[in-house]
């Protein structure tokens, strides 16, 4: 049985789909894979056991992805499995931070008593709230999340700009013709009333929203951060609506620093906690990752390039190597000189490393002992798995 150990509430679609084929489920701590989501993995010590670690999610700045890139551990996410539940928080967001809905609330329950329909009557004048239909709304980062909050924007009579220099061919299809493209985020900055940020946590997003970003905003408009705390300098949006800069700052990542501020919402980082989102992630995470270790083939890796081919030999070699050159024509001398016939290789690179997939049919026992041994000394080879076709 192979094992897997998972952190975090893992939806049991994803944990069935990994039971009925044939996985255990955290029964020992060397397993051959982990399946997580936001538990913090940079303080764990991973076992060399480990050939693959899941993030049923998107983020995945809790994962030490360097350091697993240098170990041959392929890291694994689930694109857009709750892309849709955070885009239905972020339009929650955007109504509250138009209304003050949950000041009303408070106050509904407070008339309790006597004649409450008078008094919320007579009272009600200061829960006014303005209409987002008109409104800009400026959208950083049109990924999964961004292009659908922003499609689903245009939808609610807003104006919408987007800023997304690194935009992909898939993505970009999918945002709506009436979405402006800014060429700058300073563009976004100063057109939007309210600014919502869907983009990863990595060192050069650090703070991306900070003092000089902020004092760039119209006065009087709206932060949102569904993202991930220290994307947004807190303390800096916090000094900016203590001046009265920004009118309001809603987020999805609690700290201490921004409690019981008047102008704050905050919500316990529950984006992408619906269970369709945790169904579909997990479900994705499960295949991708049974996928891998059954077939080679890679779906979704945010370390290595994806290399997804049918698999109709008896055998494939997956070898994860560094991305330099001679590799390609070193492996497949490798397999020459040893008389072992390639059906098929496929190659791939993305920065510093690659993944070589090799299909073979005659594959004898003694050769498969020696070619794993043998191709992990060739220099710059990371990892060599060898797969075997039950179907064949
Ligand atoms: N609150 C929650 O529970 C959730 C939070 N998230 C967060 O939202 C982030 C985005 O999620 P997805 O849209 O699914 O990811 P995605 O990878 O589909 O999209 C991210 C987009 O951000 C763009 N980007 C990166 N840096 C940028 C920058 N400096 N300026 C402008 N654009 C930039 C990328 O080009 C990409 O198109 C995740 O990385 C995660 O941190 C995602 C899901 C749930
Ligand atoms: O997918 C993401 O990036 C998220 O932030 C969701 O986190 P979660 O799996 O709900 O802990």
């Known amino acids: 049985m192979t094992n897997i150990k998972t952190y975090n509430a893992i939806s049991a679609k994803g944990l069935n789909y990994l039971t009925t084929h044939g996985y255990e489920i955290d029964t020992t701590e060397e397993p051959k894979a982990i399946l997580l989501r936001s538990q913090n993995l940079h303080q764990e010590t991973i076992a060399d056991s480990v050939r693959a670690v899941v993030r049923a999610g998107a983020g995945f700045n809790n994962i030490p992805v360097d350091e697993l890139s240098k170990r041959g551990i392929v890291v694994f996410n689930t694109p857009g499995g709750n892309a849709n539940a955070v ?92 979405i402006a493209h800014a060429k700058s985020v300073d563009e976004v900055l100063q057109q939007s009333d309210y600014v919502t940020v869907h983009i990863p946590l990595t060192e050069k997003n650090k703070f991306f929203i900070a003092a000089d970003s902020l004092s760039k905003m119209k006065p009087g408009a709206a932060l949102l951060n569904m993202s991930r ?24 990542f ?18 992408g906690s619906t269970v369709e989102a945790e169904d579909t992630s997990a479900l994705m995470a499960a295949r991708q990752l049974d996928t891998y270790l059954t077939t080679g083939n890679i779906v979704n890796s945010v370390n290595y390039p994806d290399i997804n081919e049918p698999f109709v030999t008896k055998y494939r070699v997956g070898i994860i190597h560094e ?11 490798f397999f020459g000189d040893n008389g072992i016939n390639i059906e098929q290789l496929s190659n791939r690179a993305v920065g510093a490393y690659a993944y070589t997939l090799v299909a073979i049919n005659d594959f004898t026992d003694e050769q498969q002992a020696y070619v794993k041994t043998a191709l992990d000394e060739i220099p710059h080879v990371i990892l060599t798995r060898r797969y075997l076709n039950e179907d064949y």
């Open 229 to 252: 705390g220290g994307i947004v300098d807190d303390l800096a949006a916090k000094a900016a609506l203590d001046q009265d800069k920004l009118r309001v700052y809603i987020t999805d």
């Open 87 to 178: 885009k239905e928080l972020t339009i929650a967001s955007l109504i509250l931070a138009a209304r003050p809905v949950v000041g009303a609330i408070g106050f509904a329950n407070e008339t309790r008593g006597g004649d409450v329909s008078l008094r919320t009557e007579v009272n009600k004048g200061g829960y006014r709230g303005t209409e987002l239909a008109g409104k800009t709304l400026g959208v950083i980062g049109l990924g999964n999340v961004g292009s659908k909050v922003a499609n689903t924007a245009l939808a609610l009579d807003m104006d919408v700009i987007g800023y997304d220099p690194g935009l992909n061919a898939n993505t970009a299809w999918r945002i709506d013709r009436h």
């Open 254 to 271: 609690a700290d201490e620093a921004l409690f019981d501020h008047p102008k704050v919402i905050i919500t316990p980082h529950i984006g």
């Open 323 to 333: 991305n330099v050159p001679n590799m390609i024509s070193q492996i497949s001398k």
